[in-house]
């Protein structure tokens, strides 16, 4: 990647966005601002790497002089730190560039789904909405409930929310499989732990759709939002359930008051889920060993367990363990997704 060009990108990029006229378009200014930033981070990263190797050359001079011992001693302690740091930022830099070439998601839709466990399994995957939103709202992303059902104890049976933001898709996409909660559920009267799990599904959403849907293979029905135990919240029938017939998906939408932005959030969600299908299919053909999460190369069983009584999380699929459960599901993951987020895909199946 030429770094000129980038550069020469960044400037204009930033001449643009010094328009007045560009906040009133939207979805240009977000796009254009979204780039600029990335350019900024590229441009920044290489800015670090440089002023790394020229303080190794200035070190490495200090040592060849042999003038000054005291001051060929610190040279010499700051050498390993030095090395090891350009390594990161080296590493930094490729990942950057290697982003920059590929077509990144915009962002994702995440769906969770109570499983095993009952009640208690419809609280964690409740617990784990939470987890997430607040991580979400930490990074300043934006966040959007497409779709949710709520049980009579404020569990969740799933929920399906878009997050959109600056390394949504890096952050989160090994986020989906299924993870597993053993605790003392507030029921429990004897004491005993339980294990219960959800499932967590994460759908990348393309900066521009790949997959066009003919209109006359949708089947589209408007009916009544519901809340928790199913209970009337809208007496208008404003929910969306889309069937794509060719292939029986269904997608619903009901978190909107308003019908048509329930029917475009439907409409979104069902172009991502065959987007993901058709990855699905692609996966197949290309090896019938892996499995994957909803397409990709993602999905294990118990990806994750989080341990309350042992007030620990560990990520199976590393063999690497956290504590301060607490904090955690409190929304503070970058511990955890950055020790995710450089591997690959094959590292994971194979941990």
């Known amino acids: 990647m030429d770094m000129e060009?980038?550069?020469?990108?960044?400037?204009?990029?930033?001449?643009?966005l010094a328009d007045p006229e560009i906040i009133s378009r939207w979805e240009e200014f977000q796009e254009i601002s979204k780039r600029r930033g990335y350019i900024e981070k590229i441009i920044k990263k290489q800015e670090e790497t440089l002023a790394l190797q020229k303080q190794l050359a200035e070190n490495n001079q200090i040592l060849s002089s042999h003038e000054d011992e005291?001051?060929?001693?610190?040279?010499?302690?700051?050498?390993?730190?030095?090395?090891?740091?350009?390594?990161?930022?080296?590493?930094?830099?490729?990942?950057?560039?290697?982003?920059?070439?590929?077509?990144?998601?915009?962002?994702?839709?995440?769906?969770?789904?109570?499983?095993?466990?009952?009640?208690?399994?419809?609280?964690?995957?409740?617990?784990?909405?939470?987890?997430?939103?607040k991580y979400a709202a930490a990074k300043g992303w934006k966040q959007t409930l497409v779709d949710i059902s709520d049980t009579d104890i404020r569990g969740l049976r799933e929920v399906s929310f878009m997050?959109?933001?600056?390394?949504?898709?890096?952050?989160?996409?090994?986020e989906g499989g299924v993870h597993r909660v053993q605790r003392i559920p507030e029921t429990e009267k004897a004491g005993r732990i339980h294990t219960s799990t959800a499932s967590v599904a994460v759908l990348p959403k393309p900066n521009k759709t790949k997959i066009d849907i003919n209109p006359s293979e949708l089947e589209?029905?408007?009916?009544?939002?519901?809340?928790?135990?199913?209970?009337?919240?809208?007496?208008?029938?404003?929910?969306i359930r889309v069937l794509h017939k060719p292939t029986g998906l269904i997608v619903t939408s009901q978190a909107s008051r308003n019908q048509q932005q329930n029917r475009e959030f439907a409409i979104q969600l069902l172009q991502m889920k065959l987007n993901q299908q058709k990855r699905?299919?692609?996966?197949?053909?290309?090896?019938?060993?892996?499995?994957?999460?909803?397409?990709?190369?993602?999905?294990?069983?118990?990806?994750?367990?989080?341990?309350?009584?042992?007030?620990?999380?560990?990520?199976?699929?590393?063999?690497?363990?956290?504590?301060?459960?607490?904090?955690?599901?409190?929304?503070?993951?970058?511990?955890?997704?950055?020790?995710?987020?450089?591997?690959?895909d094959f590292e994971l199946q194979n941990a």
């Not at 060009?5 to 643009?16: N, R, S």
Request: glycine share 8%; proline share 2%.
């Open 280 to 344: 699905d299919q692609e996966e197949t053909r290309l090896s019938s060993e892996r499995r994957s999460q909803i397409g990709g190369a993602m999905r294990a069983e118990k990806i994750r367990t989080y341990n309350f009584p042992q007030d620990r999380v560990t990520d199976h699929r590393i063999q690497q363990t956290w504590h301060g459960i607490e904090k955690i599901m409190e929304g503070n993951l970058d511990e955890i997704t950055g020790a995710l987020e450089n591997l690959k």
């Open 70 to 133: 005291e001051l060929s001693i610190i040279a010499q302690q700051e050498l390993q730190t030095i090395h090891e740091s350009i390594k990161k930022a080296e590493k930094e830099l490729e990942r950057l560039l290697k982003q920059q070439q590929e077509d990144t998601p915009a962002g994702i839709v995440m769906e969770i789904r109570s499983g095993t466990g009952g009640d208690e399994a419809s609280l964690f995957a409740r617990n784990l909405y939470d987890m997430y939103s």
């Open 220 to 239: 589209i029905e408007a009916y009544n939002a519901s809340g928790p135990g199913g209970q009337n919240v809208n007496k208008r029938k404003t929910a």
């Open 5 to 16: 060009l980038l550069k020469k990108e960044y400037e204009e990029l930033t001449q643009k």
């Open 163 to 174: 997050i959109e933001g600056e390394d949504v898709f890096e952050k989160l996409r090994r």
